[in-house]
């Protein structure tokens, strides 16, 4: 019996939102497997709501579906109560789409989209009947994998993931169904051989291939167990996302879910450079869709969808090439069934953006969110996020005159050389973007949402030791006190506890990971859902483990540690992220490379990637349209312009590794 | 009334299966959505959020099945009634069933005013959700109906009170295990007691199957089928499909 759906519908009946569970949206695939066909597992370890939008999932799902070798299914987490339900009533994770065992599947893929959803990944592994720790799993365990920013440092999971999959995943999940088909018209014997042969895969990281050595608490060297497996693992990257046009059948919920419209993808990587993300180091280079395909892509989702609202997503949106025309086009193409609304999530900080914004939300204009991220212009050097204050107000005010009356603004706090100054900066910022409001309507009211900062993997801020619990805090309250007597500023925060347990785990090694299993055996799943966080059962486990979570968290890293992810590489030098941290210290901004000439990160470099942006001319904008007007300070330092590259200085397991500054 | 309406069309549809999990509001944002999918032609109201003009009948709770659901919706134009079923239902989640389609009479109450019985075939298991005996129904039913009143315990915004319940009851049933004389349709495994009921809906006053098991006695249910939907008006029975609507569109109006 393959399909538990009599068995699970009874369960239905007593849980919140059981349409979670019954799958049958438009685009949903009919699942047909079979003896010769290797089936996926496609999970996302939070709600249904939070995991079905996800474009990375759905794409895989529809590549492995059009091949003859593969078959995919969904599963998202349960929630609490029909956790709960099913281990009472001894029943597995299963999928919705067919409603088959979890544990039927022939690999289960998890997306690692953040570091707080781990425990999760141990309830679900564990739920589809499957043990959580890799050495526990034998040959008719299905092989588990994760995918995702977060995989990039995967050594928190390293004892639970039998492989990860560093980079984008398109084209690498086939070679992954050659080797796990293989396996099992072998019989499916031997895991250790198949685990090795996914190892041998560009862009598959197979942890148990490698060994950490220690030198009391620092990692002393990765060591390959096997000759043939590479010392470092290299991410995997499309060349041309023309090549991919997908989802090509964007699923529609029949329950509402986040980002609950038309996605389309139109570029992928950013190298605006700013430090502190994470998200615009490991996805480069940039690689525009043209945009020819970008309309067909919109006019044929939305009229499979039914969607009135289209999200054309990236890192920052605004930036691509002809950005205006290809959204008058959009608008221009509609034929009037009550309209459809465009939306461009991560909006650059100036008044070009304001244009386009008012050009696309005729009808519907309800807020406009900006993220300068630092409260001053010293502190916005430091990150690289080149925006200028008049940037900002003139963005604001061409808002609030075409018609917006609410502002949400985004901030970090906690970042490299914040003082107080900077903090107060933010409300300063938001006072005045009032005022502004305020010549226009009396009703102007401005969000402004801080989280702390959280230093990860790859980025040139890797080194910077996470400001503590009580710091975070006390910076959030210094904001409070200030902004209290102004009503019309709204002030949100994440809280710093669980900022505190995501920077465990976001530079964390091999030994975080019994943490990770601690608190999810305590029952800490849903770590992202306030009600269900608590960073006293965190810190209980690492007493248990006796790991001093502030030596991960709160400590500097110095020029030549080995860190644990030294032996995953994507593409950025380890010598350009060290003088990219020494140039945020200085207070020196870096443009950007799409438009000006290039500063050798690595990644072009190493992987034989190039641009792929349409127009050679910077958008015109502000400051950080053009990236030329950075006269206040924002020069490029010179020692940053010719990097020297020797692969071989930069091989990170060896003692010296990657530190050539 | 229809103020300004041009080509108001009643639909009947069935919601069967897996999709009874989903909620009254989710059903009515993937029929609006198929309407677009399909490209009908949809009025939508004025004003600062345009809205598509489609109104919905009395509201199924998720979990329930029905044969005979109705939704109220405008065109600016006039549609093809015949192909309409299968043209929208092709763009339904499955078990969405749109079963007919007529063109409304302008001054056509609301369906929500207008329905004043639905039909019921309702499962009854204890309250450990075990099938309930058949005996234990068939005394319960009996008594239910030689009473005068009959309590139900409704909780509303966080209120609780107390609602006679017993004037809405019209008609009470239930049938053997397996052997289902005059049950149209089986919806649940075959062990338990069918009950089926008729209701009178009085606006705000209406009572659900479930309240009408707990007030007779020990008993509950987490699914069942509306059969029927009934308007009644100057003594006649009327199917809403065929209560206010009109044989087919015209071909021209003036306005």
């Given at each position: ?16 939102k ?7 949206e ?20 939070d ?19 059009e ?68 050495e ?12 995702g920013?977060a ?16 980079g ?20 499916q014997a031997?895991?250790e ?31 390959p ?26 699923l529609?919920?029949?329950i509402?879910?986040?980002?609950d ?19 615009g ?6 690689r525009?869709r ?16 039914g ?6 997503t990236?890192?920052?949106?605004a930036d691509?090439s ?7 086009g ?13 939306s461009l999530?991560?909006?650059r ?6 244009g ?15 993220a ?15 925006v ?10 061409a808002?609030?005159?075409q ?26 910022l ?17 969000t ?7 230093p ?38 994440h809280d ?6 995501e ?10 990971g ?15 859902w ?8 965190w ?21 030549h ?16 992220l ?7 210290l200085?207070?020196?901004?870096l ?10 990160c ?60 | ?71 109220d ?19 339904l989640?499955p ?37 309930a ?21 409704k ?43 008729e ?13 009408v ?11 069942g ?10 003594g006649?029975?009327i ?17």
């Amino acid at each position: 019996m393959s399909d538990l759906w009599p068995r699970i519908e009874p369960l239905l009946a007593k849980v919140e939102k059981p349409a979670r569970y019954i799958g049958m949206e438009r685009g949903a695939q009919v699942p047909a497997h079979g003896p010769g066909k290797v089936a996926w597992l496609l999970l996302y370890p939070d709600t249904y709501e939070i995991g079905l939008p996800n474009q990375g999932l759905q794409i895989l799902y529809e590549i492995l579906n059009e091949r003859d070798d593969a078959v995919a299914e969904r599963s998202y987490a349960p929630w609490r109560d029909l956790d709960a339900a099913l281990r009472a009533a001894g029943l597995p994770l299963f999928s919705v789409d067919s409603h088959r065992a979890a544990g039927d599947f022939d690999l289960l893929a998890f997306n690692l989209s953040a570091e707080l959803v781990y425990t999760n990944v141990l309830n679900l592994v564990d739920l589809a009947g499957v043990p959580v720790r890799n050495e526990d799993r034998t040959n008719e365990h299905p092989i588990v994998i994760a995918g995702g920013h977060a995989a990039f440092n995967p050594e928190p999971l390293a004892e639970y993931v039998d492989a990860f999959v560093i980079g984008e995943g398109e084209e690498v999940v086939a070679e992954i169904t050659e080797v796990v088909g293989a396996w099992k018209r072998g019989g499916q014997a031997d895991r250790e051989h198949v685990l090795h042969d996914l190892a041998t895969i560009p862009g598959v990281y197979v942890p148990a291939m490698y060994d950490i050595e220690y030198d009391g608490p620092r990692i002393a060297a990765v060591v390959p167990r096997y000759p043939d497996i590479a010392d470092r693992v290299d991410k995997r990257t499309v060349a041309d996302l023309d090549e991919w046009p997908y989802p090509k059948q964007q699923l529609v919920p029949l329950i509402e879910v986040v980002h609950d419209r038309l996605n389309v993808e139109i570029f992928r990587g950013c190298t605006r450079g700013c430090r502190f993300c994470q998200a615009g180091m490991i996805t480069r280079p940039v690689r525009e869709r043209s945009a020819e395909q970008v309309r067909t892509m919109v006019e044929q989702g939305l009229r499979r969808t039914g969607y009135d609202e289209v999200a054309l997503t990236s890192l920052s949106s605004a930036d691509f090439s002809g950005i205006d025309r290809v959204v008058a086009g959009i608008v221009d193409d509609q034929d009037g069934t009550g309209g459809v609304s465009v939306s461009l999530p991560s909006l650059r900080v100036d008044a070009f953006t304001v244009g386009i914004a008012s050009e696309i939300q005729k009808v519907r204009r309800t807020g406009l969110t900006f993220a300068p991220e630092a409260g001053s212009w010293r502190l916005r050097q430091v990150i690289n996020k080149l925006v200028l204050e008049e940037d900002l107000y003139a963005a604001v005010d061409a808002a609030y005159s075409q018609g917006w009356r609410r502002m949400k603004l985004y901030f970090l706090t906690g970042l490299p050389t914040e003082v107080d100054s900077d903090t107060m900066g933010i409300a300063e910022l938001a006072k005045n973007c009032v005022q502004i409001g305020r010549r226009h309507t009396k009703q102007a009211s401005v969000t402004v949402s801080v989280g702390g900062f959280v230093p990860k993997a790859h980025t040139p801020f890797m080194w910077f030791g996470q400001n503590g619990v009580e710091e975070l805090q006390r910076k959030i309250r210094m904001l409070r006190d200030d902004l209290r007597p102004h009503r019309q500023v709204n002030l949100k925060w994440h809280d710093p506890e669980a900022t505190y347990a995501e920077g465990l785990m976001s530079r964390g090694d091999r030994r975080v990971g019994r943490v990770v299993e601690r608190v999810w055996r305590a029952g800490g799943t849903f770590q992202e859902w306030s009600e269900f966080f608590a960073l006293d059962r965190w810190l209980e486990a690492c007493a248990a483990e006796g790991i001093d979570p502030d030596w991960y968290v709160t400590r500097h890293r110095d020029e030549h540690e080995i860190l644990p992810w030294d032996h995953i590489a994507a593409g950025l030098h380890k010598d350009f992220l060290w003088q990219d941290w020494r140039a945020a210290l200085a207070e020196h901004g870096l443009p950007d490379c799409r438009w000006t000439p290039c500063y050798d990160c690595g990644v072009c470099t190493d992987y034989a990637l190039e641009h792929v942006v349409a127009s050679p001319t910077a958008p015109a904008g502000g400051s950080q349209g053009t990236g030329q007007d950075l006269s206040r300070g924002g020069e490029v330092p010179v020692t940053l312009l010719p990097t020297p590259r020797s692969r071989e200085a930069a091989k990170p397991t060896s003692a010296t590794a990657g530190v050539s500054a | 009334m229809r103020g300004g309406a041009q080509f108001p069309v009643r639909l009947q549809y069935s919601k069967r299966g897996k999709v009874r999990f989903l909620g009254h509001r989710d059903v009515a944002r993937n029929i609006e959505r198929a309407f677009r999918i399909q490209r009908f032609p949809l009025a939508f109201s004025e004003g600062f959020s345009p809205h598509p003009k489609i109104s919905f009948g009395l509201a199924l709770t998720t979990g329930f099945e029905s044969d005979d659901e109705y939704l109220d919706v405008e065109f600016v134009e006039a549609v093809d009634l015949e192909a309409l079923p299968s043209v929208l239902t092709a763009a339904l989640p499955p078990g969405i069933t749109v079963l007919g389609a007529a063109a409304l009479d302008e001054r056509a109450p609301a369906l929500q005013e207008a329905v004043t019985a639905v039909e019921w075939e309702v499962p009854v298991t204890d309250l450990d959700g075990s099938a309930a005996t058949l005996g234990a129904v068939e005394a319960a039913i009996a008594a239910a109906l030689a009473a005068e009143h009959l309590e139900c315990t409704k909780v509303r915004k966080g209120r609780t009170s107390i609602d006679d319940i017993r004037p809405v009851i019209r008609r009470l049933a239930v049938v053997e295990p397996g052997a289902a004389p005059g049950v149209t349709s089986v919806v649940a495994p075959m062990v338990m007691p069918m009950v089926t009921m008729e209701l009178a809906t009085v606006l705000g006053k209406g009572a659900k199957p479930g309240e009408v098991l707990a007030a007779i006695g020990p008993f509950t249910t987490d699914r069942g089928l509306r059969t029927h939907q009934w308007i009644e008006r100057d003594g006649m029975r009327i199917a809403p499909l065929h209560a206010d609507t009109r044989p087919r569109v015209p071909q021209a109006r003036a306005s």
